[in-house]
């Protein structure tokens, strides 16, 4: 008889949960988020999360805040971490823009979240959350914000509408104390009328609960006139921003039409299932696919196991670490991986179900390698303003989000470099094609190069306050991506349209004196779900950082009015390694450094960007002499270059030295007398043997570096 009975009140418990007419607009238990920034790929784009922000961050295995002593349902994943910088960047877009016009009636809209003040000072009198109009980003609020205040020691939650008072909650709150907080925003027609209703920790019997049962709330704005307004927008309220302004954790978070679903009780549970399933994908072999799913948003702590079939669905492979919504493959071989398939497993285990996505089979065409020879060599020999299309092997096609900071015009001087300048306070992206729109990306084959020089010149720095990163990268649009085609925002400094765009990307320390003590950084793009192309390395996952050695914090960097050369090189080493290495030469310096990489090893590319922090942070604008892509036969650098023999007689030292890989290259052998002096000097250039004699040798001691070009 017991047993019968709890079926019964299980079943009477999914009843009162599941309120007819009920929406569910967002669910965010941070499942399968990556560690990083909130809103970059794999922390939380593909849930309505963007516009980044170092301070809201996700860290993946931490775990979640628990709600269970209050009443709520067990919650899944991982939770957020806010830190004390006031920054109102990362936003959630809960609905379409329009889904709540302003003339809507009698229409609520509940939020609900865990919480917990990690301090008690730090939180004083800091805005915590906004919700804005659906397109309005995240400055002054249209329609409501959340705030905090100490009272003795506690803090109080307070809401308030524009212009208004804030409205406070008499409940006190300790540091370290997990927190259910619920607001209700009930629109009515017509702006100013519009009421907000806080919550906190509200009664375990009501959870679930129809709108009749509603309990009453702890804090209430907008009944009087003299409460504030809200903007009369035909776009409705849809951006919820979380600001980084106390030091805090957020967990939880959800926007739904009743209070039934935005307070799911303890002891539900809601079977797994799919709200979107993997879709078939024809790609070229040779790289990565990515498939994606999605668990059905009412289920009780969903988690993923991926499979693979090799055999058309007659037996299945569990792929090991394959474990999140979003599962990228190995690079694909033709000849044994054509028509693998691949589906998702969704488990809830409070009530021991399976859910099993649909089947996507990945279908590979053989891929078609570039010959060597030149790809583009932009001189910059036009007459028009950019963007030139198409685009030829005289002419790379340069886009960016205002015309006025890339001017390759002057004033029709044909020939003159291009004058890229960085804007002031923010960002700024310059994106180049050096391959045609719909045609096919440069395709390494092994033991082949990529090369890309670039000559530029730092013009001043009367801006300059402070370093920050230069970020250069090479990127693939033809697989999966969408190229820009107008200079306008998608092509801003924080965007490129880098969804599904692969890449890497040489961050580079930039300024008159270095500040870090390896300048060179490099990364490969991984989180393939960003928009932002080179906004966030949260988007990358880091290589290793040079030159070898490291050392060079405050030591001479960019000089104004030297021009410097920039090669870049992808070697495609084998099929599954690929070296990536960066050499800067100039003003008698030479700054190197590569990697081997062989998780990734992207060999095909189409474009080229360059993204300057800012103007106070980099340099006035840089002169680009030429931008030139090549294909070349064989590596065009050695990986690394190992020292052999040394030996002195009288005033010559002669040198040795053995290249990886081997192979015909030019080598440049420089001299300091003291490891302290500030530059190298060049003693030769040009070098195509691996031995010199230095001549000139007249001190007792003396340093060497051969590098390569």
């Not at 999360?49 to 809201?56: D, F, K, M």
């Not at 809960?94 to 009698?106: K, N, R």
């Not at 040795?656 to 500030?678: E, H, I």
Request: proline letters at 5%; glycine letters at 10%.
């Amino acid at each position: 008889m017991k047993k019968i009975i709890g079926i019964i009140l299980a079943a009477f418990a999914v009843l009162l949960y599941q309120t007819a007419g009920a929406v569910v607009y967002k669910t965010c238990e941070f499942v399968g988020y990556t560690t990083g920034n909130l809103g970059v790929a794999g922390t939380g784009a593909a849930d309505g999360w963007e516009n980044s922000s170092a301070n809201v961050v996700v860290t993946n295995g931490s775990g979640s805040l628990d709600g269970t002593a209050l009443g709520l349902a067990a919650s899944a994943g991982d939770k957020v971490f806010i830190s004390g910088t006031t920054d109102l960047k990362a936003r959630n877009d809960f609905v379409p823009s329009g889904t709540f016009p302003a003339t809507t009636t009698d229409t609520n809209i509940y939020f609900s979240f865990l919480y917990k003040f990690n301090s008690v000072t730090d939180a004083d009198g800091k805005l915590l959350f906004r919700v804005n109009v659906g397109t309005s980003g995240t400055g002054t609020a249209q329609y409501w914000d959340m705030l905090a205040k100490n009272v003795a020691g506690s803090i109080q939650l307070g809401i308030s509408k524009p212009s208004g008072p804030v409205v406070y909650a008499p409940t006190n709150i300790a540091a370290g104390q997990t927190i259910f907080v619920v607001v209700r925003h009930h629109m009515i027609v017509g702006p100013q009328n519009d009421t907000v209703e806080l919550w906190i920790n509200p009664p375990p019997g009501s959870f679930g609960a129809g709108e009749g049962s509603v309990p009453p709330a702890a804090a209430i704005t907008g009944t009087l006139t003299t409460d504030g307004t809200e903007v009369n927008a035909g776009s409705g309220p849809g951006r919820f921003v979380v600001c980084g302004g106390a030091n805090a954790q957020f967990d939880e978070f959800r926007v739904t039409s009743t209070w039934a679903e935005a307070t799911p009780p303890y002891g539900i549970c809601v079977g797994a299932g799919f709200d979107s399933n993997p879709t078939n994908i024809t790609q070229v072999a040779e790289i990565s696919a990515t498939l994606n799913a999605k668990a059905a948003s009412a289920a009780t702590s969903p988690t993923y196991q991926w499979q693979v079939s090799n055999n058309g669905g007659t037996s299945w492979t569990t792929i090991a670490g394959a474990t999140l919504a979003s599962y990228t493959t190995p690079n694909l071989s033709l000849a044994t991986d054509n028509g693998n398939q691949y589906r998702a497993i969704v488990y809830v285990a409070c009530n021991n179900s399976y859910a099993t996505s649909s089947v996507a089979t990945v279908t590979l065409t053989a891929p078609v390698a570039t010959p060597a020879g030149v790809v583009v060599d932009d001189l910059f020999n036009v007459s028009f303003v950019e963007p030139i299309t198409p685009v030829t092997v005289n002419n790379a096609a340069w886009y960016t989000a205002s015309s006025t900071s890339l001017d390759i015009y002057h004033g029709g001087s044909p020939g003159a470099p291009m004058t890229a300048t960085p804007a002031s306070g923010t960002s700024t992206l310059w994106l180049g094609y050096f391959t045609p729109t719909n045609t096919l990306p440069v395709h390494l084959a092994v033991g082949n190069t990529m090369k890309v020089t670039m000559p530029f010149t730092p013009t001043g720095y009367t801006a300059h306050t402070n370093n920050s990163s230069v970020r250069i990268g090479v990127f693939d649009y033809a697989d999966g991506g969408i190229r820009v085609s107008n200079d306008d925002t998608t092509v801003g400094g924080s965007a490129g349209s880098g969804v599904n765009v692969r890449g890497y990307m040489l961050s580079l320390d930039f300024g008159p004196t270095f500040t870090a003590s390896s300048p060179l950084s490099l990364l490969a793009r991984t989180s393939l779900n960003d928009v932002n192309l080179m906004g966030s390395t949260a988007s990358f996952t880091s290589l290793g950082s040079g030159p070898s050695g490291g050392g060079y914090s405050n030591a001479p960097a960019f000089q104004a009015g030297t021009q410097y050369t920039l090669v870049m090189n992808v070697i495609r080493a084998a099929v599954n390694t690929v070296i990536f290495s960066n050499n800067i030469t100039g003003g008698g310096t030479n700054w190197a450094f590569s990697v081997t990489e062989t998780n990734l090893a992207y060999h095909r590319f189409d474009a080229f960007a360059i993204r300057p922090n800012s103007l106070e942070t980099t340099a006035d604008s840089f002169n680009i002499a030429e931008f030139k892509v090549e294909v070349i036969a064989g590596p065009s650098v050695p990986n690394t270059i190992a020292m052999g023999t040394v030996s002195r007689t009288g005033s010559n030292v002669s040198l040795t030295w053995t290249p990886t890989p081997t192979g015909s290259f030019t080598y440049t052998v420089q001299r300091k007398v003291s490891l302290t002096d500030a530059l190298w000097t060049t003693l030769q250039t040009g070098i195509s043997t691996t031995s010199y004699t230095d001549t000139t040798a007249t001190a007792t001691t003396g340093f060497y570096r051969v590098t390569s070009p």
